[in-house]
């Protein structure tokens, strides 16, 4: 007697499998207004949750009323901060909008003030000049363009402000969801984890969160309190733009290049405006700026989070030009995660699969008891 061979039913396969790719892409399809409003939320969920769990203790268990309170101190001390700065952003961008409409109009100056240096200020000012004469105006002719499309980008994601508060209101909603139903969350997404790869997925889940929290506390919020504390010194100290600056000593934060890049500037201005006493007074409050990522640093951050500079500086300018201002939050925290799982697999020791089903057992009923 032969043997009856089973018959592969390959229209079948593909239809399901189109079925399920059809699913999946219709999804997010849906879902694509509030992905990163909820990647947000889950990225500050998961770097204040230790803080929530204080809190909560501190008020008979009540969940609700702790989450309560950390969506009032991410309303106060993040998003309404964030708000009035993009609107100050936008009132001040009257400059940047002339550049992006006539790039043209750009000049080299004049740079008579040269002419004041003692010793040294003519043969300044005649280089400088001879510079400009011997092709400097051929070469501000070939980068106004870019001058203009650099501008017209910028203007154009403070337009999309709209936009960028839109997510900022749905990150402040699912934070608030994800206060109150994180265990839940959490264990769902673990046992989707195991059910996908075994102990390495549930391993993989949990460097994640070790990763996001790493980041959000050792880089994003450090940032935030430098840019936030420098712009203050820059606004006290009369210096013109300051909203505009303090973004850019957020950005500057973030990649790890540090504040004095803007601050040094505007001291240097200060001092040759004559203005020698806040001139004096922002060159210690930048002082004070620059060393407190030495001191913020470590005791925001619990676990060490050994991540390259140039991948956080990828992150940054990468996350700007892919999600706009948002990828300043997103952009470095999604490399950094990938990169944490991408060497944790390089470096992996075999790990044994006899504990697998007790570990999905275990979550699978921990989960379903939290629904």
């Known amino acids: 007697m032969e043997k009856s061979q089973k018959r592969l039913d390959l229209p079948k396969l593909i ?42 203790a501190r008020l008979w268990n009540k969940r609700w009323l702790a989450a309560l309170i950390m969506v009032s101190l991410i309303l106060l001390l993040f998003v309404i901060p964030l708000g009035i700065l993009i609107g100050s952003i936008i009132q001040n961008s009257a400059p940047l909008i002339d550049l992006a409409k006539s790039p043209n109009s750009l000049r080299f100056p004049d740079l008579e003030w040269l002419n004041t240096l ?19 105006n051929a070469l501000l002719a070939k980068v106004q363009p870019y001058f203009g499309q650099a501008a017209g980008w910028f203007i154009a994601q403070a337009i999309n402000a709209g936009r960028f508060m839109f997510h900022l209101m749905l990150m402040l909603l699912f934070s608030g969801l994800l206060y109150l139903k994180g265990e839940s969350v959490m264990l769902g997404i673990r046992h989707f984890a195991v059910r996908l790869a075994g ?23 450090t940032a935030l309190i430098q840019a936030i504390v420098g712009g203050i010194g820059l606004a006290l100290s009369g210096i013109s733009y300051a909203a505009i600056l303090t973004v850019l000593l957020f950005i500057c934060c973030v ?3 540090g504040p004095l890049l803007v601050m040094v500037p505007s001291v240097i201005w200060l001092f040759w405006t ?16 620059a060393t407190m990522d030495g001191v913020l640093r470590p005791w925001l951050i619990k676990m060490g989070a050994d991540l390259p500079m140039v991948l956080i500086l990828v992150g940054v300018i990468g996350g700007i030009l892919s999600f706009g201002m948002i990828g300043l939050f997103i952009g470095p925290v999604v490399l950094a995660v990938s990169y944490s799982l991408l060497k944790a697999w390089m470096n992996e020791v075999a790990v044994p699969n006899e504990n697998l089903d007790e570990t999905e057992k275990f979550l699978h009923d921990e989960f379903m008891s939290k629904k």
């Open 118 to 136: 003692p010793f040294v200020g003519e043969k300044i000012y005649y280089a400088w000049h001879s510079l400009v004469a011997s092709g400097g």
């Open 255 to 257: 990649a790890q290049l």
């Open 15 to 56: 239809f399901g499998f189109a079925s399920i790719i059809l699913m999946i892409a219709a999804c997010f399809w849906v879902l694509n207004p509030f992905i990163l409003g909820f990647v947000w939320a889950g990225m500050m969920v998961i770097a204040t949750w230790p803080l929530l769990l204080r809190i909560e």
């Open 274 to 289: 004559g203005d020698t006493t806040w001139a004096i007074i922002l060159a210690i409050w930048a002082a004070v700026v």
């Open 199 to 221: 102990i390495r997925g549930d391993a993989a889940v949990v460097l994640a969160a070790q990763s996001i929290r790493a980041v959000a506390l050792g880089v994003v919020v």
